[in-house]
């Protein structure tokens, strides 16, 4: 993916505006930021995700959509722990999680990272003042020992990278996003190019309804709820 978007010219020196209202921007970049109703600072570095990727961009309008409407994927676990549960696969820099919970306070956030970027989501954390952030590394997530621990125990899960730094296949990353997600919990999935669209569904929809299909400049997102 990094082949076909070059973010260390559109996303490093410059702010990168996800919608009219929400700003991202990395370390000494001013300007309009400022002006920004959300606005989200972080840590030079290449971890995915600072705003200017379609696929970041897509995916954050399916999360906005859901967290404005005060979707019923958000009800199980806020009735039991007074809280809901969100979960990014492959958090990267941490960008959609933290926009999350300036949108909505009371969700819980969890994110699956590789072992490489845990410092800069902790960092980003501390900058943006976002608290108790847990962080599961792929090894601990992706194991017959994490499925008791991870089972029904989110509302909502999403990723902008797919299985491909997971390293899988989507038939497996799908079927553990199924067993961790909520009987009433909804997907938003996406990090696939447009060619493989085709067998995404096919396999998508072995484990969810399909909800929505969106496309953002030749990168899909698939939206869906459990079967």
Known sequence: MGNLF??????????????????????????????????IKLVKSSAFGTGG????????????????????????????????RILEVDAGSGLLLFLAKKL???????????????????????WNKIKNVEQILFSQFATHDSLPKH?????????????????TSFDIALGHFHHCLAPSGKLIYSGFPHAELP????????????????IERGWPVVVGCPR
């Open 6 to 39: 070059d973010y260390s010219i559109n996303e490093l020196f410059a702010p990168q505006w996800l919608d009219e209202e929400t700003c991202a921007c990395t370390e000494g970049v001013m300007g309009p930021v400022l002006e920004a109703d959300v606005l």
């Open 53 to 84: 990727h379609p696929v970041t961009t897509a995916v954050f309008r399916e999360l906005k959509e859901l967290i404005a409407s005060d979707d019923n994927c958000f009800k199980a676990h806020e009735s039991e722990i007074g809280r809901p």
């Open 104 to 126: 909505n306070k009371r969700l819980k956030l969890s994110a699956v990272i590789a072992p490489e970027e845990t410092d800069t989501l902790w960092r980003n954390q501390r």
């Open 151 to 167: 089972k029904h125990a989110f509302d909502l899960i999403f990723t902008q990278r797919g299985q491909y730094n997971w390293q």
């Open 199 to 214: 067998l995404a569904l096919h396999i998508f929809g072995e484990f969810f309804h399909v909800m929505k299909v969106s």
